[in-house]
């Protein structure tokens, strides 16, 4: 068994979220949170929040260099609010939840 210091530990820690895994999104192109925020409308915090709940995944650095997200992942957020609800603006977290949940337990229509 291999013990690991959490305080010297400086691998970085990827978390996986419902949109990468549901709809098999590439995983090689990661952006920083700033451009991640520019490109989805949503706050870095919102970002932050979103992956917490399991919705978006992203990559904390434990080197200082900050949180980055997937940009494929963010190209079906935006579509998916986009589509669903024909809105302008930052993407809901209630409707991707909710889009989530529907194909969870019934399938892509």
């Known amino acids: 068994m291999i013990l690991v210091d959490p305080l010297q530990d400086t691998t970085d820690r990827i978390s996986w979220g ?5 709809y098999d999104i590439d995983h090689s192109q990661w952006v920083p949170s700033q ?6 409308g949503l706050s870095p915090t919102a970002l932050k929040r979103w992956a917490g709940r399991g919705v978006l995944s992203q990559v904390t650095s434990r080197k ?18 986009h589509n669903t609800t024909s809105q302008d603006g930052a993407p809901s977290l209630r ?6 949940e529907d194909v969870i337990y019934n399938g892509f229509r």
């Open 95 to 100: 409707v991707i939840r909710a889009h989530i």
């Open 18 to 22: 419902w949109t990468a895994l549901l």
């Open 64 to 81: 200082g260099r900050g949180r980055f997200y997937l940009r494929s992942e963010l190209d079906v957020i935006w579509c998916i609010t």
């Open 35 to 40: 451009e991640a925020s520019k490109f989805s």
